[in-house]
Nanobody, 126 residues
């Protein structure tokens, strides 16, 4: 049974940092892991993903240079280091796991991922 459990969300002021974690269990033959976010009234957005085998990472333009995705194979945990947070980053953040690689063109697409965590809230105040 695949389980993804996020943690590390919270409230910070603009310019602050947070580190999100996603503990994965029951995951085998995984190809990719990623972070997505959704703010009220907005579509779900791919934030950052990583191809496990190659280590290639992919970022949305809105977070490039501020966020860093990484994976600890020993702990089987996915991380998202978020720096220089802005109010526009406020959203529910979800981690996801994919078991089929469709290529870099859709690396940030939610349709490329099969399993999802429950989400962790990130709130950034100005």
């Amino acid at each position: 049974q695949v389980q993804l459990v996020e943690s590390g969300g919270g409230s910070v002021q603009a310019g602050g940092s947070l580190r999100l974690s996603c503990a994965a269990s029951g995951v085998t033959r995984i190809y990719s892991l990623g972070w997505f976010r959704q703010a009220p009234g907005k579509e779900r957005e791919g934030v950052a993903t990583i191809h496990i085998r190659s280590g290639d990472t992919y970022y949305s333009d809105s977070v490039k240079g501020r966020f860093t995705i990484s994976h600890d194979n020993t702990k089987n945990t996915l991380y998202l280091q978020m720096n220089s947070l802005q109010p526009e980053d406020t959203a529910m953040y979800y981690c996801a796991a994919g078991f089929t690689w469709y290529g870099p063109a859709v690396a940030l697409s939610s349709t490329s991922f099969a399993y999802w965590g429950q989400g962790t809230q990130v709130t950034v105040s100005s």
